[in-house]
């Protein structure tokens, strides 16, 4: 969970470029995404994903295909922004001026939950994870619900502390060129995820 990775990079963009609202609104969506996949491991699902190659595939590919959406959606966006005269090739703009009109609280969340439910390598984290803690003789599905709660707090202080560490920067991002190339960055590392995630392997 602490382990850099798509959501991290995600929050931070977020924190960065759109400011606190949206990025709790990410790390919402996350926390509820965990939740997800810790039910589906107390009750069966990702033992299912992990034994069916094609359920893996569907879902990989599934997620590749999103994060290619949203690394172009950043991209495209950005580049027509560049593209336009005017302020954006001006000079420094006053603190905070120089992000990007913060999108809406459910669709921050949404594009939290969706980026962590269609990570499979997240749910086969779980799946192999949470039952070494599962005591022994003790109700497989209660103990694994009693582990994501636990995981859920745990991503939501985690993220919720890199939302915070994200805010300061975006105020340092005087100029919207900056942004905007920060943004082209960020969809160029989404692009990366979805590629290494499309290349993935479904466990033997």
């Known amino acids: 969970m602490m382990a850099p990775g798509l959501d991290t990079v995600l929050v931070i963009r977020t924190a960065t470029a759109e400011g606190g ?24 699902f990702t033992a299912l994903v992990a034994a069916s190659p094609l359920a893996f595939n569907i879902l990989k590919v599934a997620g590749a295909l999103y994060l290619v959406w949203l690394g172009l959606q950043l ?6 922004a560049l593209a336009q005269p005017g302020d954006l090739l001006g000079g420094v703009t006053p603190p905070g001026k120089g992000r990007q009109p913060a999108a809406g609280l459910w669709r921050s969340w949404r594009v939290g939950f ?15 994870l949470f039952p070494q803690f599962v005591p022994a003789h003790a109700p497989v599905a209660h103990s694994m619900m009693v582990l994501t709660c636990v ?15 994200g805010l300061p920067l ?4 005087a100029r ?3 942004v905007r190339w920060f943004d082209i960055l960020t969809g160029v590392v989404f692009l990366l995820f979805a590629a290494q995630l499309a290349l993935a392997h479904a466990p033997h």
């Open 75 to 80: 991209i495209g966006k950005s580049c027509r």
């Open 170 to 173: 975006g105020r340092l991002l």
């Open 151 to 165: 995981q859920v707090a745990i991503a939501a202080a985690w993220f919720g502390l890199l939302a915070a560490v």
């Open 176 to 178: 919207p060129v900056v």
């Open 114 to 128: 969706m980026s962590n439910l269609l990570n499979p390598g997240f749910g086969l984290v779980v799946l192999t």
């Open 21 to 44: 609202r949206a990025a709790m609104g990410v790390v919402g969506g996350i926390c509820c995404g965990v939740l997800v996949w810790g039910l589906a491991a107390a009750f069966g």
